[in-house]
């Protein structure tokens, strides 16, 4: 069987089963578990699935990305929140990262600090950025339609030429095992070379990302410099550098 037609049996047993186990596709495709395998890492890199102990599972809604038309309706009180202790960590004359997303957009009408500049891959952040008199840097790159997140190539070779102070980020999920994932593995590779770039990283997430685990990862809850800042259990907390479960 060519590898396209074994993709293409795998993806339709996905559309019948939603979980499909390695044995049931070395039965269906006559091929050997190591030629599976190797299929189920291609798809998975491609978003098309999800790999599992022993198989796969369908890519379901909870692992694409929400419009951020969408996701600026939801939490906003949280997210307001949130977003105001987050501008609060700036000091004057820093260089930050703002990561694209509904949450790290919240800061900018909180950021008053004199002489910090900015880089961003989030189109919708740069007017408003502008209009306050900041220096400004939007990276390079494709303009994804749902997030207006800069991604790709040319988003990373534009982020290597900067350092950070500090990096603002979102997530789509967090979770005490899976650590700080998001549903698109291309600004996955862009928000993990904005946390190499930087002294202090930041995550704005509320309470409805907790306990979620979306596609791609982004970093481990464990990483010394890593701090979340939320609104876990209804109750704004103080900024803290681990999830404690």
């Known amino acids: 069987m060519l590898t396209i037609e074994r993709h293409n049996t795998i993806l339709r047993l996905l559309e019948i089963h939603e979980i499909i186990t390695l044995q049931m596709l070395v039965e269906e495709t006559d091929c050997s578990e190591s030629t599976i395998r190797r299929d189920l890492s291609t798809l998975e890199a491609e978003g098309k699935l999800i790999r599992i102990h022993g198989g796969a599972k369908k890519v379901t809604e909870k692992h694409k990305d929400i419009a951020l038309s969408v996701k600026s309706t939801k939490k906003t009180k949280e997210k307001e929140e949130i977003a ?50 900041y220096e400004v840097y939007m990276i390079g790159g494709y303009i994804k339609h749902d997030t207006h997140a800069s991604i790709g190539v040319q988003a990373i070779e534009s982020l290597k030429q900067f350092r950070f102070d500090k990096a603002f980020m979102g997530a789509n999920g967090v979770h005490k095992v899976h650590g700080i994932t998001t549903p698109d593995i291309e600004e996955a590779y862009i928000k993990r070379k904005a ?15 907790f306990d979620e685990i979306t596609f791609a990862k982004v970093a481990d809850l464990q990483e010394d410099k890593t701090i979340l800042i939320t609104n876990r259990d209804n109750a704004l907390q103080e900024v803290y550098h681990k999830y404690l479960i």
């Open 84 to 133: 105001k202790i987050a501008a609060a960590q700036v000091r004057h004359h820093d260089c930050i990262y703002l990561d694209a997303g509904s949450s790290t957009l919240m800061m900018i009408p909180y950021l008053n600090q004199q002489g910090i500049t900015i880089v961003t891959n989030g189109l919708t952040h740069v007017p408003p950025l502008v209009e306050k008199g």
């Open 195 to 209: 946390i190499e770039k930087a002294e202090q990283i930041y995550f704005l997430v509320d309470d409805s990302k």
